[in-house]
């Protein structure tokens, strides 16, 4: 079940990767929209992907067609969390300054940038609600 753990992988990615977006935005005060915007994005995908898990019953493999292009956009939106998660942790540079109580974490990302990440992970999630509006027909 190939697809199950895909789906899985995305899901714990994103949390991850929400979590750290959470430190930004009590530690950073310049980017709070920006921030949130992310988020919400991530907790949407996040959302549509429980409901396809759900509906991934090991012992009905017929319930949601599982597609080259399901497939291909679960890869997609884990290397797309991943960068970001990569990109969103603290360096070792980061972590010595906050020892010293100076505010270390700087948002990676101008606004455009976030428009263009929430971009990719919304056709990301419109495939994935896709799957599951094929499901219920």
């Not at 899985?8 to 935005?25: D, G, N, P, T």
């Not at 949601?64 to 997609?76: D, E, H």
């Not at 960068?83 to 300054?97: N, S, W």
Request: aromatic share 6%; glycine share 6%; with cysteine.
């Amino acid at each position: 079940m190939e697809v199950a753990a895909s789906i899985f992988a995305v899901i714990e990615i994103s949390a991850k990767v929400s979590s750290l977006c959470f430190q930004y935005l009590v530690a950073v005060k310049d980017a709070k929209e920006d921030i949130e915007r992310l988020q919400k994005k991530i907790a949407d995908i996040e959302g549509v992907l429980g409901h396809l898990r759900q509906l991934l019953n090991p012992s009905d493999h017929s319930r949601v067609p599982v597609t080259r292009q399901l497939a291909a956009s679960l890869q997609g939106c884990l290397g797309q969390l991943q960068k970001l998660e990569k990109q969103l942790k603290p360096g070792k540079r980061q972590k010595a300054i906050s020892r010293f109580g100076a505010r270390a974490l700087v948002w990676p990302f101008k606004s455009k940038e976030v428009g263009e990440i929430i971009s990719a992970l919304e056709s990301y999630q419109q495939t994935f609600a896709l799957s599951l509006q094929i499901d219920q027909t």
